[in-house]
Nanobody, 125 residues
Framework: QVQLVESGGGLAEAGGSLRLSCAAS????????MAWFRQAPGKEREFVAR????????YYTDSVQGRFTISRDNAKNTMYLQMNSLKPEDTAVYYC??????????????????WGQGTQVTVSS
């Protein structure tokens, strides 16, 4: 069973930046698509960004396009989310997730079977 550990969350001012990391255990990280989701209080978990196993395909939700950058380093078993121009509405718990199956990139939460514990991101206005 893979373990995913997020880090890098915290408090930022509007317009500021944070970089999240997701470290994965195991030797098959490079076979799986990965994604970031977030959940704000009282709201459903929503998709933020996803990246294919090679990193060649990347998708973002519209609200973060142009501000957030997802990337991965397969040699380090780590995925990243660089968040720039942060807005108060970005405040949420951010989760990294691994697709249920290798070499497939799902789009919704149900396609991802392994999740980290989450890291809080708070953006002040």
């Amino acid at each position: 069973q893979v373990q995913l550990v997020e880090s890098g969350g915290g408090l930022a001012e509007a317009g500021g930046s944070l970089r999240l990391s997701c470290a994965a255990s195991g030797r098959t990280f490079s076979d799986y698509a990965m994604a970031w989701f977030r959940q704000a209080p009282g709201k459903e978990r929503e998709f933020v960004a996803r990246i294919s196993w090679t990193g060649s395909r990347i998708y973002y939700t519209d609200s973060v396009q142009g501000r957030f950058t997802i990337s991965r380093d397969n040699a380090k078993n780590t995925m990243y989310l660089q968040m720039n121009s942060l807005k108060p509405e970005d405040t949420a718990v951010y989760y990294c997730a691994r697709n249920r199956n290798p070499w497939i990139m799902g789009s919704g939460p149900d396609d991802y079977g392994s999740w980290g514990q989450g890291t809080q991101v708070t953006v002040s206005s």
